[in-house]
């Protein structure tokens, strides 16, 4: 068990819809960061995010936003959705350091459908 | 361009056998860190080694070793007397920049019993 947690694990969903994934990181970490897998991409970055601000940006799509609270939960919201979006979306978070360089630990993940 | 090759999409050995995981990588950064994750049939990534480009030092955990070497830009992966529970998909990575990590395709493993 890495510390970090994702809600749900599961979605299923219609075309156009929208869907906000949950992440709680582990306890003491800032940052957080977002990746998509799927067969075709296969693990793609997304967003990072370091104690509530945006750190950095990857293949995000502008249908697709996310922002961490103060509590440093953070949320990936997915809007009209399409096909090609079903894959599982995962969370990881890191030590206080901020960089791409600390250890990422990963959430169990979200497998979104979309039908 | 940063890029990460792990050339084995698939590989199959029987379990005890000893088997190594290949990882190529192109990066222009002259401060770098290398990471292999796994993630086994339930899914999460597991994290299993971070490497900086400074430090080429073979490492050893267990069963696991890694060898890295910046000559040939590898930093390759093996596991002595494979066991079943070592069937996952195994991920190579590099750090771009400060911000971002790129992953390779992966290597599926099986160890057959």
């Known amino acids: 068990d890495s510390g970090v947690t994702q809600t749900p694990k599961h979605l299923i969903t219609a075309t156009g819809q929208r869907v906000t994934l949950r992440c709680s990181p582990r306890?003491?970490?800032?940052?957080v960061y977002w990746y998509q897998q799927s067969l075709d991409q296969g693990l793609q970055f997304l967003i990072q995010?370091?104690?509530?601000?945006?750190?950095a940006k990857g293949n995000i799509l502008e249908r697709f936003s996310a922002q961490q609270f103060p509590d440093l939960h953070s949320e990936l919201n997915l809007s009209s959705l399409e096909l090609g979006d079903s894959a599982l979306y995962f969370c990881?978070?890191?030590?206080?350091?901020?960089?791409?360089?600390?250890?990422?630990?990963f959430g169990p993940g979200t497998r979104l459908t979309v039908l | 361009a940063q890029k990460v090759t792990q050339a084995q999409t698939e590989i199959s050995v029987v379990e005890k056998e000893d088997v190594t995981l290949d990882c190529v990588y192109e990066t222009r950064d002259t401060t770098y860190y290398l990471f292999w994750y796994k993630q086994p049939p339930s899914g999460e990534l597991v994290f299993l080694i971070r490497r900086n480009s400074f430090d080429e030092q073979n490492e050893i955990s267990g069963r696991y070793s890694w060898n890295f070497q910046k000559s040939t830009s590898s930093f390759n992966f093996t596991i002595t007397a494979s066991q079943v529970v070592d069937s996952a998909v195994y991920f190579c990575a590099l750090t771009q920049g400060w911000d971002k990590i790129i992953f390779g395709k992966g290597t599926r493993l099986h160890i057959l019993p």
């Open positions: 306890s003491g970490d800032l940052s």
């Open positions: 995010y370091y104690n509530g601000e945006e750190r």
């Open positions: 990881a978070s890191s030590a206080p350091g901020g960089g791409n360089t600390d250890t990422q630990y």
